[in-house]
């Protein structure tokens, strides 16, 4: 069936360092690739997305990066700040599905 | 704009009661998702309304319905309630039924 996986499901870097986060998906039809950040006690809130037309995305300190032949995507975030710590979460749609597949998360911790 | 509002934001209920939680979308978006969140199985689809017409449903027991009224609005709904349905429930609405938003959710604790 449809499958988002995430890796790492922790990570710890320096302040000023860059993470990265890394998902693979099944579903070839796969073309609209978000990431969310949730904080504790808030919903997700959308930081990036990319669509399979295009192969990276650059916001600021963020930038996401697509690779349809092996339906790998992945997160950069540069130069990382204590705000930055909280859990990370990469999803996948289909055409026509309404809906996303989620990886099961990434908690990031920015160490000041 | 004002972003996706859920209510109520934390709910407790017995095993065998019914709840019913509300999501009120980004103004002019028409598409609203329910997702359940949980240590164990992490972000699942519940189901997807656009226009008052459910398109597309998790694999979730019968018990779990939903509705979206004209304003865009949607409610959903847990019957039977068990231990297992404790959760973070997360509305998200979208203009262009993909770019999602998410609300703060509604924690529910099943006793």
């Known amino acids: 069936g449809e499958n988002v996986e995430q890796h790492p499901s922790t990570l710890s870097v320096q302040e000023g360092d860059s993470a990265v986060i890394k998902c693979t998906y099944s579903?070839?039809?796969?073309?609209?690739f978000p990431w969310y950040k949730q904080e504790l006690g808030k919903g997700p809130q959308l930081i990036i997305d990319?669509?399979?037309?295009?192969g990276e995305k650059k916001d600021q300190r963020i930038a996401v990066t697509l690779n349809k032949t092996a339906k790998h995507f992945s997160l950069h975030i540069t130069e990382t700040q204590p705000e930055d710590s909280a859990v990370y979460f990469c999803?996948?749609?289909?055409?026509?599905?309404?809906?996303?597949?989620f990886g099961t998360g990434t908690r990031l911790k920015v160490l000041a | 704009k004002a972003g996706v509002t859920q209510t109520p934001r934390y709910l407790i209920k017995t095993r065998g009661q019914q709840v019913t939680l509300s999501c009120s979308p980004i103004?002019?978006?028409?598409?609203v998702s329910w997702y359940q969140q949980t240590p164990g199985q992490g972000l699942q689809f519940l189901f997807e309304?656009?226009?008052?017409?459910?398109?597309n449903k998790g694999n979730f027991p019968g018990r779990f319905s939903g509705r979206q009224f004209s304003n865009s609005r949607s409610e959903m709904n847990v019957s039977t309630l068990e231990l297992g349905d404790s959760a973070l429930y997360l509305c998200?609405?979208?203009?262009?039924?993909?770019?999602?938003?998410f609300g703060p959710g509604t924690r529910l604790t099943v006793t």
């Open positions: 998200a609405s979208s203009f262009d039924s993909q770019k999602q938003y």
């Open positions: 999803a996948a749609s289909s055409p026509g599905t309404y809906k996303y597949i």
């Open positions: 309304y656009f226009s008052e017409t459910q398109r």
């Open positions: 579903d070839s039809a796969s073309n609209y």
């Open positions: 990319i669509r399979s037309n295009v």
């Open positions: 103004s002019g978006h028409r598409s």
